[in-house]
């Protein structure tokens, strides 16, 4: 199983897990296994179209996927996925 580390601002929807061990072999599937496992989350990390919203930054192993093969990026059972909302403000 992959981790997915979540940040405050996200684990409330999670039932306040900081982490959540997931099933998958690619970034999106692991996004997919979450939400099926915490379906609060999939609001908050999915677009009307089931892609992930635009302002949610997705680290494989402290990389950004964008720059990798995005959420087709391949996972291995112990790599880690952060999930980082943008935050705007002034």
């Known amino acids: 199983m ?13 039932g306040g897990a900081k982490s959540v061990d997931v099933d998958g072999r690619t970034v999106g599937a692991l996004v997919d ?9 999939g609001d908050r990390l ?4 089931g892609g992930l919203h ?16 995005g959420l087709d990026t391949r ?5 880690e996925v952060r999930l980082l909302p943008a935050i705007a403000g002034g």
């Open 75 to 79: 996972v291995d059972a112990d790599d």
């Open 54 to 69: 635009r302002f949610v930054n997705v680290y494989l192993n402290g990389e950004d996927v964008r720059y990798l093969a």
């Open 46 to 49: 999915r677009d009307a179209d």
């Open 33 to 41: 296994d979450l939400v099926a496992r915490h379906p609060a989350l």
């Open 2 to 14: 992959s981790r997915i580390v979540l940040p405050a601002i996200l684990s409330a929807d999670a």
